[in-house]
């Protein structure tokens, strides 16, 4: 299947100007045979990790806006915005087919702390998944990538590829390759990391959007600028390189820790 990385700087809180601005973008990847696009973290505001700005539900206007796109264009779309809920607010991405109708959605699992994100926001607990063009993806966002306990479960789950848009800061952007490349060889499963680039008023951003394969070698690895990029993605290589490598047949889930071998005794 074919993935194309939005790599753009949002209008900032004007999901309406953004998601404009952005059509160019479905219109060229659908030209181009994408089977999915994927845009950055809270692409339609621009992430802000205090702002209640814009909650809306999965029927809300941001959602209805990239169904609409999805149809029009026939292909699928990964976008985040701010979900409502009964409480605080979640930071939630969702994923919608080339019909028109959403196929998942999931919500951000891990809060950024040092920014106070999870005072304001709502926590995610699962995992989601969903099938397109013969690959199992998983979701996460931004943070969760310095989580392997996640994508454990997603290579649990059986999934061959997990999409990951984020507002990874240009500060710590030599963690960002690290920790996408770790996850992809750790699980040897693609990840594919879609990175906003600009000002705004929370931080500054300088792309670097990636996709590594099942044994961290990089598809892609955008520079500082606005891009569309794509990559191929095989669910056979995932087979091949498991099958000549087989780390997770090998791993060992029945280890303890000395303290519990004293308390045993």
């Not at 996408?180 to 670097?208: C, F, H, K, L, W």
């Amino acid at each position: 299947m074919k993935l194309f990385c939005a790599q753009v700087a949002s209008v900032w809180e004007d999901p309406e100007a953004t998601l404009e601005k952005v059509e160019p973008c479905i219109a060229k990847a659908s030209r181009e045979g994408g089977d999915l696009i994927c845009f950055p973290e809270q692409f339609a505001t621009g992430w802000d990790p205090r702002s209640t700005l814009h909650v809306q539900g999965i029927n809300g206007p941001i959602v209805q806006r990239l169904q609409s796109l999805a149809e029009e264009y026939s292909i699928a779309i990964l976008g985040s915005f701010r979900e409502l809920t009964a409480t605080l607010p979640r930071n939630s991405c969702v994923v919608i087919d080339a019909h028109g109708s959403v196929s998942s959605t999931y919500s951000k699992c891990h809060l950024f702390s040092p920014a106070s994100e999870d005072r304001t926001y709502l926590r995610g607990d699962t995992i989601s998944t969903f099938s397109l063009g013969g690959i199992e993806f998983g979701l996460a966002i931004c943070y969760d990538l310095r989580f392997t306990s996640i994508f454990r479960l997603y290579a649990d789950a059986g999934v061959q590829a997990v999409l990951i848009p984020s507002a990874w800061p240009e500060s710590r952007l030599q963690h960002w390759e690290l920790f996408i490349r770790a996850r992809a060889v750790e699980y040897q499963i693609y990840i594919a990391g879609i990175n906003p680039t600009g000002m705004t008023p929370v931080d500054s951003y300088a792309g670097g959007s990636m996709v590594a394969d099942p044994t961290g070698g990089l598809l892609f690895h955008a520079g500082r600028s606005e891009e569309l990029l794509s990559c191929d993605l095989d669910r056979e290589y995932v087979a091949r390189v498991r099958a000549a490598f087989p780390v997770i047949r090998d791993r060992r889930d029945d280890l303890s820790s000395p303290s519990e071998e004293i308390l045993k005794e």
